[in-house]
């Protein structure tokens, strides 16, 4: 039996040879542009001493944050409900399992495209009883134009970067024979910037108490950072050393 490996099915070498000496470089890119969206976390909580009232007051509080944050229409891109939970607080001390208050929480999620809206809707929402907001987080969408561009940028710079190696040499590129992307895991996720310092707001007053509603928060957009890297393998003309 012959254990030869025809011509047409050898794997190619990784390296290259003296008639196609291969040049292997990177390329990278780094765009900032302006976010698109905004992302701010809401939590509405509750207590009580009776469970049934903490569940009433928690209702009552959660439908009237949606429906605030329904009013400012297209300017909302997603409106979302997360996590719900209400627990008893057992007494420290004496005997059996005596229950002291219970505390009920719904956490709330609103992604906003209007950036003015944005800073008039915290203010409110801040001014809600037990009300806490976390935010913005500004972000990109995933298919905003930014990451293309940066990928085609980072193309373009490797292929620029491999024409000058080979002109160092006195020759040319001949083709491409590898072009992968490494730059996957310095993408920022969609809705997931990092959370800005702008704004963390934490309301435990009640709207009533308010003489007049505060002034809208005056809320300047982070700018986001779109990177992309590839790294490229070329053939070169065999250059005359």
């Known amino acids: 039996m012959d254990d030869t490996t025809p011509e047409t099915t050898r794997t190619p070498a990784p390296y ?14 780094h765009l900032e542009v302006d976010p698109e969206i905004a992302r701010i ?27 605030l944050v329904k009013t400012y229409g297209e300017s909302v891109e997603t409106l979302e409900t997360g996590a719900f939970s209400i627990s008893p607080e057992l007494t420290k001390h004496g005997r059996g399992e005596r229950v002291r208050a219970y505390h009920g929480r719904v956490h709330i999620t609103a992604e906003l495209t209007d950036f003015t809206a944005l800073g008039e809707l915290t203010t409110r929402l801040a001014d809600l009883e037990l009300t806490r907001v976390d935010g913005p987080y500004w972000a990109l ?11 085609q940028q980072a193309v373009r710079e490797a292929v620029q970067r491999g024409r000058e190696y080979a002109e160092a040499l006195g020759t040319g590129l001949a083709a491409l024979v590898e072009l992968a992307d490494i730059g996957a895991e310095n993408a920022q996720p969609y ?24 002034a809208p928060l005056d ?3 982070q700018r986001q950072h779109v990177y992309a890297q590839v790294n ?9 050393l």
């Open 141 to 151: 969408r995933p298919d905003s134009p930014p990451h293309r561009d940066a990928r």
């Open 191 to 214: 809705g997931y910037g990092g959370p800005s310092p702008a704004m963390r707001t934490v309301a435990y007053g009640g709207a009533a108490d308010m003489v007049q509603e505060a």
């Open 232 to 240: 490229a393998r070329f053939t070169m003309t065999p250059p005359r």
């Open 41 to 67: 976390g809401i939590t509405v909580s509750a207590r009580g001493t009776d469970r049934r009232d903490a569940l009433n007051d928690l209702t009552r509080r959660n439908a009237t944050v949606i429906d």
């Open 219 to 221: 809320l300047e957009p």
């Open 16 to 29: 290259g040879t003296p008639d196609a000496p291969r040049l292997a470089v990177k390329g990278e890119a």
